[in-house]
């Protein structure tokens, strides 16, 4: 990568827009429209002059909550080039959810699509505390006005005011609002700079190879990081043209694939697993697919076997990152080792570096021995908002960002991630790292996904259970796994209770929501 890049987000995309003014930098299938980077600065313009006319200034908020819609990344590209703070929120939170994430981020206004399944925004947002709201819509949405509306509001606002404002954004400002994705609780808002998440997307780019012939796909949801940040500003800084699925299905994604002659995916596993235990998988023509990005949680060695056995990918790989981190600490290119590539995070990327670091002795861990990751450079957010305590807490003074990943480094500098330190269960003061139980589990014939968890227990404080997809290849008892798990791993480690589900509670963004799982297993065994 070389020097890291001092330009703004609305730097970065129209200099690529000036050069391919007439090429596609999107595509939404969903909606059946292809935008070239001429039309969407037009509309990025149009967003950008209304938002001044509404007397809005750097710094302000606004708030987004949307499936990926074309009208989504304009508001946001349109608040971001004056240097307004995006905040997308996640599509599936109802009234109080959003209410409490607008209130907390101070937000002006809302922006939301008219309905989502089977949930009517146009009722919800009456009981919203805020009260300038708009539809990411063409159609009439009753009292509130819709995005043509809302486009209409900056027509008076001319191109030298425009330019004025866009001219007082630095790359120290913010550029989004992430709130982390609450696998664990309550969601904290990490502030990202522009100079940071400018810098993310271009290695993460870089990592793939992306190039201005490429057509990346995604189903991610463009309220995280990894989308709005990594995978729609690489697209922005190398001209490839994103086609952006509204809402994943493994159908919609491969229909696309096909159609569009897709060379690039970025997705979490179990996107890439819905597909292609498609029963027509085979029927779709992907061949023009060969590379991407397995991110977003752990995929595991033989999960990513099949992936890659599958699709016939020769450039997949891992990346690694946190919502802290923009999305990207760590990954591989797609012409590294093959171990690098599949069974890793890869190593660190330029200008990025990480440790990791014993927790007992505070001391930096021997090689393959765990430890947490520790991680310092440009991509780390300025601060949680309104949280001066857990941002201290979370960053050291010497600006490490202390991740709560368990971590091992292999070869000096490959990391390889084996679970969350929450996720820890401690059994009898013995603590025991899921990942370990769940590596062995997903090795037996049948076994589609597993996740162990801890629940309470009176006598050790916690016991192990195991949630299990299984396919009807699956024939072990429960006490067949047991003994399976006694003949590889210590005593304590063998699971007391086994559950078998059709599917794992999870967010928006592919994350399996294990506090769910623990809770569900209490319920079933009553345990309070």
């Not at 109802?94 to 206004?109: E, P, R, T, Y």
């Not at 922006?111 to 805020?130: G, Q």
């Not at 994705?181 to 904290?188: L, Q, R």
Request: a negative charge; charged letters at 25%; glycine letters at 8%.
């Amino acid at each position: 990568m070389g020097n890291l890049k001092h330009i703004t987000v609305y730097e970065l995309l129209k200099e690529t827009a000036d050069k391919y003014p007439k090429d596609y930098a999107l595509t939404f299938p969903a909606e059946d429209r292809d935008v070239t980077y001429e039309d969407f600065i037009k509309d990025v313009h149009k967003a950008a002059k209304s938002f001044i006319k509404m007397g809005y200034e750097k710094g302000d908020k606004i708030s987004i909550c949307s499936t990926n819609t074309y009208y989504m990344v304009v508001v946001m590209m349109g608040a971001a080039s004056i240097g307004v703070i995006p905040v997308p929120l996640n599509v599936n939170y109802k009234k109080k959810g959003l209410n409490d994430l607008i209130d907390f981020s101070d937000s002006k206004s809302f922006f939301c699509i008219k309905k989502y399944r089977k949930y009517d925004f146009t009722d919800a947002v009456k009981e919203l505390n805020i009260k300038n709201i708009y539809f990411l819509s063409d159609e009439d949405c009753g009292e509130y006005p819709n995005i043509n509306d809302f486009y209409k509001m900056g027509e008076a606002i001319g191109d030298d005011v425009l330019d004025a404002f866009i001219r007082k954004v630095n790359i120290d400002d913010i550029y989004m609002f992430q709130y982390t994705s609450g696998t664990t609780g309550k969601p904290k808002g990490a502030l990202l700079s522009v100079y940071s998440s400018v810098n993310v997307g271009i290695q993460f780019g870089e990592i793939m190879n992306l190039t201005k012939e490429d057509v990346m796909i995604t189903a991610l949801p463009l309220f995280h990081c990894f989308s709005n940040i990594d995978v729609v500003l690489a697209c922005f800084a190398t001209g490839s043209r994103l086609v952006l699925i509204d809402l994943f299905s493994p159908d919609k994604m491969l229909d696309a694939i096909e159609k569009y002659k897709c060379t690039t995916v970025c997705g979490v596993p179990t996107m890439f697993v819905m597909m292609y235990e498609r029963e027509n998988f085979n029927d779709y023509n992907l061949n023009s697919l060969y590379k991407g990005i397995i991110g977003g949680s752990v995929c595991v060695p033989r999960i990513m076997d099949k992936i890659v056995e599958k699709f016939g990918f020769t450039g997949i790989t891992n990346a690694f990152g946190t919502t802290e981190t923009g999305g990207l600490i760590a990954g591989s290119y797609p012409d590294e080792g093959q171990y690098s590539r599949l069974y890793t995070c890869g190593h660190a990327v330029e200008h990025v570096e990480c440790k990791v670091i014993n927790p007992e002795t505070e001391e930096e861990a021997e090689e393959n021995i765990p430890g947490e990751l520790y991680v310092r450079g440009y991509n780390l957010m300025k601060e949680y908002y309104k949280n001066e305590e857990v941002t201290r807490q979370t960053i050291d003074r010497e600006g490490w960002f202390h991740t709560g990943d368990m971590a091992v480094m292999e070869d000096g500098e490959l990391i390889r991630i084996i679970g969350r330190y929450k996720d820890l269960i401690v059994r009898g003061g013995e603590n025991i790292s899921p990942s370990e139980i769940e590596n062995e589990i997903i090795k037996l014939k049948g076994v589609e996904s597993v996740e162990i968890v801890g629940v309470k227990d009176d006598k050790y404080g916690e016991e192990i259970a195991v949630f299990m997809i299984v396919n009807n290849e699956f024939t072990k008892s429960d006490n067949d796994i047991r003994e399976y798990i006694k003949k590889r791993l210590a005593f304590y480690k063998i699971p007391k209770y086994i559950f078998y589900v059709n599917n794992f509670p999870m967010t928006s963004s592919g994350k399996v929501q294990k506090y769910k799982l623990s809770k569900m297993a209490e319920e079933m065994l009553n345990i309070s």
